[in-house]
């Protein structure tokens, strides 16, 4: 199992029947393909419709149907479409249930950087800051290190942020960590991973559960 | 009822003059007014202030005339698709300003209703908040700290629509719909580019009152 399906699998686990949900663009769009069966999600695109469907075959694009990403969608029975400021009063009127989101990093108080890093990738914020603020529940998916193998999860983000402590799920390839106001729990870790690895590539302070964090399941 | 006036993309191009602020509807050239975009690059104007969300693809829509070089300022959430965009913004011949996507619709939306500004927990914490006022704000959820920001307007707002009537009645379809509804609030004059021109909308299927825009140019003319 790859990181996205691990990713994918568990953090699909984390939405609610009925949940309004944004994935952001790139790895968080996996875990549309994980639902568990019997849970009900709506998804939301934020240039403008609800209940969107998988990409159109060869020749039925429409298009001026699409997603954030430019690339054709197709819409499902029950779909709406509405204009931006409609649909980001959706996301900043706290009308959507939850979002997830990449990031380069995050910390130990729920703060999330993931949009600029100053004099390298400078593309903009689109809509992140305002999914990572409004979204009643905000989850980042992320590789636990980077490609150095430096840790992702800090004590303090050093690139600008997107959101202040806004952030309650930190979900890798090695563990699922919930954000308190007493700090990063460790709530939960991949079967092929120990806490003592955990704990080795994370650079915030993890708070160890009574008992142990649980093994996740796939 | 007056009749909004058909005009040539050309024509369109010659409402404004170097310098002017323009809006222009479209996410990723998607909704986007194409043949208007194009005279625009022929017109050459220069030194203009751009209002849009981001600025598309090189090949593509507003995207063209940022390869061309027609904008002092930019005001939009994301440049990532255009490499060009951020060519000139690190070599200093383009001023960006970058705004939450939400947070740049409302200043729209604020701008054509009459509304002197908002407050937004958006962006509180990050540099989106750099020389703006912060304020405590009391909320259902508890006090929250909130930014002001301010509305936005322009001088002619370039939209496109699927279907227009000789009314000026827009319809727009699916995704593209984005920013052009809000936008046909926001400029001293409004032109729509419209892909079909019928005789009259019904008057359900209206989503932009007609009553707002000043010219229609056919998609391709």
């Known amino acids: 199992m790859d990181l996205r399906e691990k990713v994918g699998r568990r953090g699909a686990k984390l939405f609610k029947d009925g949940d309004l949900v944004n994935l952001g663009i790139g790895m968080p769009t996996v875990l ?56 980001f009063a959706l996301i900043r009127g706290g009308h959507v249930d939850a979002t997830v989101l ?36 905000v989850c980042v998916v992320t590789e636990h290190c980077d490609k150095s193998g430096a840790p992702k999860i800090l004590k303090q983000c050093k690139l600008p942020l997107t959101a202040k402590g806004r952030v309650s799920y930190i979900l890798s390839e090695l563990a699922l960590i919930k954000v308190t106001p007493e700090g990063l729990v460790l709530e939960e870790i991949a079967p092929d991973t120990t806490v003592e690895e955990v704990v080795a590539k994370t650079e915030a302070t993890l708070i160890i559960p009574p008992g142990g964090p649980k093994t996740i399941e796939y | 009822m007056a009749k909004a006036k058909v005009i040539t993309a050309d024509e369109a191009a010659a409402l404004i003059q170097d ?14 007014p194409g043949t208007v975009c194009d005279a625009l690059v022929k017109k050459n104007v220069k030194d203009l202030t751009l209002i849009c969300n981001d600025t598309a693809f090189p090949d ?32 200093g011949e383009l001023e960006v300003e970058l705004n ?61 629509a699927a279907v ?58």
């Open chain 1, 32 to 87: 549309a393909n994980y639902i568990p069966e019997g849970v009900n999600i709506t998804f939301q695109t934020e240039n403008g419709a609800v209940n969107f469907g998988a990409a159109p075959g060869e020749g039925y694009e429409d298009p001026y149907l699409t997603n954030a990403g430019a690339m054709p969608l197709t819409i499902m029975q029950g779909g709406a479409y509405f204009d931006s400021a409609t649909s």
């Open chain 1, 102 to 137: 990449g990031v380069l990093e995050v910390d130990e108080k729920g703060n999330l950087a993931n949009y600029i890093v100053p004099g390298k990738l400078v593309p903009g914020m689109g809509g992140a800051m305002d999914l990572a603020t409004g979204a009643k529940l």
């Open chain 2, 19 to 32: 310098g002017d602020t323009i809006m222009v509807g479209g996410f990723l050239g998607i909704g986007s």
């Open chain 2, 60 to 91: 593509k829509m507003v995207g063209k005339m940022i390869v061309n070089k027609q904008f002092k300022k930019i005001i939009v959430s994301h440049i990532g698709t255009n490499k060009e965009t951020g060519r000139q913004m690190t070599a």
């Open chain 2, 100 to 160: 939450p996507q939400g947070t740049l619709a409302e200043r729209i939306r604020c701008g054509g209703i009459g509304l002197g500004g908002f407050y937004t927990p958006t962006g509180v914490g990050t540099p989106a908040a750099e020389g703006k006022e912060v304020r405590v704000m009391p909320g259902v959820g508890g006090d929250r700290e909130m930014l002001l920001e301010t509305p936005l307007k322009a001088k002619v707002s370039y939209l496109n």
């Open chain 2, 164 to 221: 227009g009537d000789k009314y000026g009645n827009l319809r727009y379809h699916a995704t593209g719909m984005n920013f052009n509804p809000v936008m046909a609030f926001a400029g001293e004059t409004v032109v729509a580019e419209v892909d079909v021109l019928v005789d009259f909308l019904d008057p359900d299927d209206v989503h932009t009152p007609g009553v707002l825009v000043d010219y229609i140019v056919r998609r391709g003319r």
